[in-house]
Protein backbone atom coordinates (compact mmCIF):
# COMPACT_ATOMS: atom_id res chain seq x y z
CA UNK A 1 0.00 0.00 0.00
CA UNK A 2 2.99 2.33 0.84
CA UNK A 3 4.12 1.73 -2.28
CA UNK A 4 1.06 2.99 -4.35
CA UNK A 5 1.18 6.12 -2.42
CA UNK A 6 5.20 6.94 -2.89
CA UNK A 7 4.26 6.04 -6.44
CA UNK A 8 1.05 8.14 -6.85
CA UNK A 9 3.08 11.03 -4.75
CA UNK A 10 6.08 11.06 -7.09
CA UNK A 11 3.52 11.47 -10.82
CA UNK A 12 2.10 14.20 -8.94
CA UNK A 13 5.32 15.73 -8.10
CA UNK A 14 7.12 14.84 -11.41
CA UNK A 15 3.73 15.55 -14.16
CA UNK A 16 3.78 19.13 -13.18
CA UNK A 17 7.22 19.79 -13.40
CA UNK A 18 8.02 18.61 -16.49
CA UNK A 19 5.10 20.07 -17.87
CA UNK A 20 5.74 23.72 -16.41
CA UNK A 21 9.43 23.36 -17.98
CA UNK A 22 8.32 22.79 -21.48
CA UNK A 23 8.92 19.52 -21.91
CA UNK A 24 5.15 18.99 -23.60
CA UNK A 25 5.76 20.04 -27.45
CA UNK A 26 3.57 21.70 -29.65
CA UNK A 27 1.89 20.23 -32.66
CA UNK A 28 3.38 20.46 -36.32
CA UNK A 29 1.52 23.55 -37.78
CA UNK A 30 0.68 24.71 -34.25
CA UNK A 31 1.53 28.32 -33.44
CA UNK A 32 2.48 29.81 -30.03
CA UNK A 33 -0.46 32.56 -28.64
CA UNK A 34 0.84 35.10 -26.64
CA UNK A 35 -2.28 36.72 -24.29
CA UNK A 36 -2.43 40.66 -25.10
CA UNK A 37 -5.28 41.43 -22.31
CA UNK A 38 -8.59 40.39 -21.17
CA UNK A 39 -11.60 42.84 -22.37
CA UNK A 40 -14.06 43.92 -19.82
CA UNK A 41 -17.19 43.99 -22.63
CA UNK A 42 -17.77 42.45 -25.80
CA UNK A 43 -17.34 46.16 -27.37
CA UNK A 44 -13.84 46.60 -25.51
CA UNK A 45 -13.13 43.13 -27.37
CA UNK A 46 -14.28 44.37 -30.65
CA UNK A 47 -12.44 47.40 -30.57
CA UNK A 48 -9.08 45.16 -29.75
CA UNK A 49 -10.02 42.99 -32.70
CA UNK A 50 -10.61 45.75 -34.92
CA UNK A 51 -7.32 47.68 -34.02
CA UNK A 52 -5.08 44.15 -34.50
CA UNK A 53 -6.85 43.80 -37.75
CA UNK A 54 -5.85 47.16 -38.88
CA UNK A 55 -2.46 46.88 -38.11
CA UNK A 56 -2.46 43.31 -39.76
CA UNK A 57 -2.43 41.00 -36.43
CA UNK A 58 -4.90 37.98 -36.40
CA UNK A 59 -6.43 37.67 -33.38
CA UNK A 60 -8.13 34.87 -31.35
CA UNK A 61 -10.47 35.41 -28.75
CA UNK A 62 -11.49 33.49 -25.66
CA UNK A 63 -14.99 34.23 -23.58
CA UNK A 64 -13.60 33.33 -19.78
CA UNK A 65 -16.30 35.57 -18.68
CA UNK A 66 -19.64 33.13 -18.89
CA UNK A 67 -21.13 33.18 -15.28
CA UNK A 68 -23.62 30.51 -16.29
CA UNK A 69 -21.33 28.10 -15.88
CA UNK A 70 -18.70 29.51 -12.74
CA UNK A 71 -19.22 28.27 -9.37
CA UNK A 72 -21.11 31.40 -7.18
CA UNK A 73 -18.53 34.17 -6.89
CA UNK A 74 -15.81 32.41 -9.46
CA UNK A 75 -16.98 34.64 -12.58
CA UNK A 76 -14.09 37.16 -14.32
CA UNK A 77 -14.51 40.18 -13.96
CA UNK A 78 -13.36 40.01 -17.63
CA UNK A 79 -15.55 38.62 -20.68
CA UNK A 80 -12.80 38.18 -23.41
CA UNK A 81 -9.50 37.25 -23.62
CA UNK A 82 -7.45 38.43 -26.81
CA UNK A 83 -4.62 36.34 -27.78
CA UNK A 84 -2.45 36.95 -30.57
CA UNK A 85 0.53 34.89 -32.21
CA UNK A 86 3.47 35.58 -30.01
CA UNK A 87 5.98 36.58 -32.91
CA UNK A 88 3.22 39.56 -33.03
CA UNK A 89 3.15 40.61 -29.39
CA UNK A 90 5.40 43.38 -29.35
CA UNK A 91 3.32 44.77 -32.06
CA UNK A 92 -0.38 43.74 -31.08
CA UNK A 93 0.24 45.71 -27.40
CA UNK A 94 1.70 48.76 -29.44
CA UNK A 95 -1.38 49.73 -31.59
CA UNK A 96 -3.52 48.77 -28.59
CA UNK A 97 -1.93 51.29 -26.78
CA UNK A 98 -0.13 49.22 -23.80
Same mark, same amino acid.
Request: glycine share 10%.
Given at each position: ????? #?? /?????? /?? &? *? #???? %? ?6 ? !?????? $? %?? =? ?5 ? !??? $?? @??? @? ?6 ? /?? *??? =??? =? &?????? &?? %??? *??? &? @? ?12
Amino acid at each position: MIWWA #LL /IGIILL /IV &P *V #LWLT %GIRKRKAG !QTEMAL $V %GA =AAGEAEM !QTW $VA @ALR @ASGIRAHV /IN *VGD =ARW =A &PEGMSS &PY %GYE *VWV &P @ARDETRARRALGF
